[in-house]
Structures are given as structure tokens and as C-alpha cells.
């Protein structure tokens, strides 16, 4: 009897822990950081923004590549009250999305999409990173606070989103061929001996 009270007493405690538990802003990528992207194939990050439940007042997501000749300019369409901001002239190298809604803050539990930029993967271990300088400011119990790239998106134990690697070659691509057709070959004949 006591152990079942004692168990009621944590149920209730955990309860209590759950509700307490806020969900703050998450911002997805995909594909999912890092990425590695062949040089000369074309890479698409798709960037959208959940708020959780912390209204959004703001944002800033800053990039870089390693050089400029890591990824062709990115371009694409920006989600509804974001800015696509890039000088392909004066920092070839950043760029930023950012979004000022401290008048309308984006609500709670919605998905807002920010942006699908399309580049091409130029040379061999060229990146693309996100920099510490990126952020959300959201409504925490009404309050503003601000969440770091760390706290919000997917990449998380390293700043790199994607990375060029040298596009196969022809030796390359045999090799995989003739390892495919072995694999093939082998379940073939497994099939047929079942």
C-alpha cells in the first residue's frame, strides 16, 4: 500500500514537471544538417519555423561559406515577412534571413515556412555554415528572450549545414555498379534456392 502511494506521489510530481515543460522555437532543415552535397549537383535547403509555445518576435539566421567558390549564390523564394539579405558584390561569403514581427509576433504552435534557397555544391570541402550570431527572439511568459542557434534548429554539434564532396568518377561509379550487381546476383540465387 505504501509503495502504491509512493508511486501515486510521483505520478503526480512527473505531472507537474510535464506541464511546466515549455516548447520552445524549433527551426527544421532538411535535408538534415551536415549534408554533403556533390561538387556541380544542385542542393536545396528547405528552411521552415515552428514557434512551439513562445510567440516570435524576431529572427536572424546568419550563414557563411568557407569561400566563395564553395556554392554558386543561393536564391529562391523567402516565406510571408522574411528578408533574404545578400551582397553578392560587398560579402560574398554571408548571407542572412532575417524577420522583424515584433508588431504581429508569429502565434504559437504554427509551422511558417522561411525560405527554400537552391545552390550548386562548387569546389571539393568547400561549407556552408550557420554563425553563432543567429537567433530567435520569442515571448517567453510574455517576456522577451532570446534562443541561439544551439537552442532552435537541427544544427547542433557542429555550425556546418552542408559540405562539397568531388563528385565521383568513372572508377568510382563502376566500382559501385559491379557491387550492386553481386548483391543482386547473390539474392537472386538465394531466392531461388528457398
Known amino acids: 500500500m505504501l509503495r502504491r502511494a509512493r508511486f501515486v506521489v510521483l505520478l503526480g510530481c512527473l505531472s507537474c514537471l510535464g506541464a511546466a515543460a515549455r516548447a520552445h522555437p524549433f527551426l527544421d532543415m532538411q535535408p538534415v544538417p551536415p549534408t ?37 549564390p543561393p536564391s529562391g523564394p523567402i516565406g510571408s515577412g522574411f528578408t533574404f539579405v545578400y551582397d553578392p558584390v560587398a560579402d560574398p561569403t554571408h548571407f542572412s534571413i532575417v524577420g522583424d514581427f515584433s508588431e504581429s509576433p508569429l502565434p504559437e504552435f504554427g509551422q511558417f515556412s522561411v525560405a527554400e534557397l537552391t545552390t550548386v555544391g562548387g569546389l571539393a570541402d568547400g561549407t556552408l555554415s550557420m554563425l553563432d550570431s543567429s537567433g530567435i527572439v520569442a515571448l517567453e511568459g510574455g517576456e522577451p528572450e532570446e534562443f541561439t542557434h544551439e537552442a532552435f534548429s537541427n544544427v547542433r554539434f557542429s555550425d556546418e549545414v552542408a559540405h562539397v564532396v568531388p563528385e565521383p568518377g568513372p572508377s568510382e561509379l563502376v566500382a559501385s555498379g559491379v557491387a550492386a550487381l553481386l548483391f543482386l546476383s547473390r539474392t537472386a540465387r538465394r531466392g531461388r534456392r528457398v
Open 36 to 72: 554533403a552535397v556533390s561538387s556541380g549537383s544542385s542542393y536545396v535547403l528547405t528552411m521552415v519555423l515552428e514557434p512551439g509555445d513562445t510567440p516570435i518576435v524576431s529572427v536572424q539566421f546568419d550563414f557563411e561559406l568557407s569561400s566563395p567558390a564553395a556554392f554558386t
